[in-house]
């Protein structure tokens, strides 16, 4: 679920253009993702677009195949200071 939702976030940030290009996202970089049925709720996630990591939170719902997304809202945050990254292990994506 949570990966599905990542796919996610980063397809809706593709889009919102200006520069952003995401690589991965880290659904639990600052706190856990939440499952309840099938909504993930990420409030302490990350995203990382070209050199940079910035902060996301998201909440997604899926489909009964657990493979869809039914809705899905999202915020970008502040970009995550280097020192806080290495602390958290958030390094380049794989």
């Known amino acids: 679920r949570e990966q599905v939702c990542g796919i996610e976030a980063m397809e809706q940030i593709t889009r919102l253009g200006s520069g952003w290009s995401p690589e991965c996202v880290v659904s639990d970089a600052f706190a856990e993702t939440r499952l309840k049925g099938s909504t993930v709720t990420a409030q302490g996630a990350a995203v990382m677009s070209g050199p940079q990591w910035y902060r ?4 997604c719902t899926l489909g009964a195949d657990l493979a869809s997304v039914t809705a899905f809202r999202f915020r970008i945050g502040d970009v ?3 020192a806080d990254r290495d602390r958290l292990g958030l390094g380049s994506c794989m």
Do not use: S
């Open 80 to 82: 995550i200071a280097i």
């Open 56 to 59: 996301l939170e998201y909440r």
